[in-house]
């Protein structure tokens, strides 16, 4: 039984997507505050509902998808239903293995975790990390639970910040440049449907690329820069208007926002 404590957006799509790799409905329950909110899950993926007490008990891997401002809030409530034992994944970002561990009170083995939302198509980043009491097998056990929605790597826990600015924000980004991207079409007299049809086009095939080749991205931005052509000038532009330095300012201050929302 997997227990999915919290069920925002991560929670939800890590409960679609294991009912899509296989998982029977009746080897999931959620922990949900809100009555309406339980029966939406009920009848959307016909899982069972319970308490946050009643799903530590009964679950024998727990996953924790709350905010991380609720995060020792809900480790106190489940914190006398966790033997040594019971796996727990954390999802919440900020929130260190070693708090969980003191929170929890006992030798429980803990495996962080960073996911995104492209879970929901099978396409999810996630990377983990073990907690002092974790042992490879757990690991392995995070890992098959991951891996049916997308790929799974290891980290240091040391990096699991810089992760979350980097992939578990990273969709955001995505989204905003072709936001972007959108709009100048529709500034060049392109209709919104049309340019937007093709730069998420553009986006997957350059995404597809990068994976299938392997190839270090400025090899691949080279093979499209053309000597005097379209592409060097608006790579100019780019530079000009400190693009690049900006993606760095950026990914920085995610990372640094999840170090304060995990001191907090």
């Known amino acids: 039984m997997i227990g999915i404590f919290g069920a925002g957006k991560m929670g939800e799509a890590l409960i679609s997507g294991l009912l899509r790799a296989g998982r029977a409905p009746s080897g999931v ?22 308490s946050a007490a009643e799903a530590a008990k009964s679950a024998d891997t727990l996953i924790i998808t709350v905010k991380p401002q609720d995060m ?31 929170r929890l009170g006992v030798d429980a083995p803990v495996v962080r975790v960073m996911s995104n939302t492209p879970v929901l198509v099978d396409e999810a980043m996630s990377v983990i ?6 042992r490879p097998e757990h690991l392995a056990r995070a890992e098959e639970l991951l891996r049916p929605v997308g790929k799974v790597l290891r980290i240091p826990e040391s990096q699991q910040d810089a992760a979350t600015a980097l992939s578990g924000s990273g969709p955001a980004y995505v989204y905003f440049l072709v936001e972007a991207m959108v709009d100048a079409g529709i500034l060049l007299g392109m209709p919104r ?33 053309s000597p005097g052509g379209t592409t060097i000038a608006a790579i100019r ?6 693009v690049r330095a900006a993606i760095l300012a950026a990914i920085e201050a995610a990372r640094d926002r999840g170090r304060e929302l995990g001191s907090a």
Do not use: N, W
Not at 29 to 50: D, H, K, M, N, S
């Open 29 to 50: 329950v959620a922990v949900v505050r809100r009555p309406e909110r339980a029966e939406q899950l009920r009848e959307a993926y016909g899982i069972a509902t319970a």
């Open 72 to 102: 020792l809030t809900m480790l106190d409530e489940i914190a006398p239903h966790v033997p040594a034992d019971k796996l727990v994944i954390s999802v919440a970002a900020g929130i260190t293995t070693a708090v969980i561990e003191r």
């Open 129 to 134: 990390s073990p907690g002092a009491f974790a």
């Open 193 to 225: 449907g049309t340019a937007m049809e093709m730069v998420t086009q553009a986006v997957f095939g350059a995404a597809t690329m990068l994976r299938e080749t392997g190839e270090h991205p400025v090899i691949l931005r080279e093979a499209v820069t």
């Open 237 to 242: 532009e780019l530079e000009r208007h400190g």
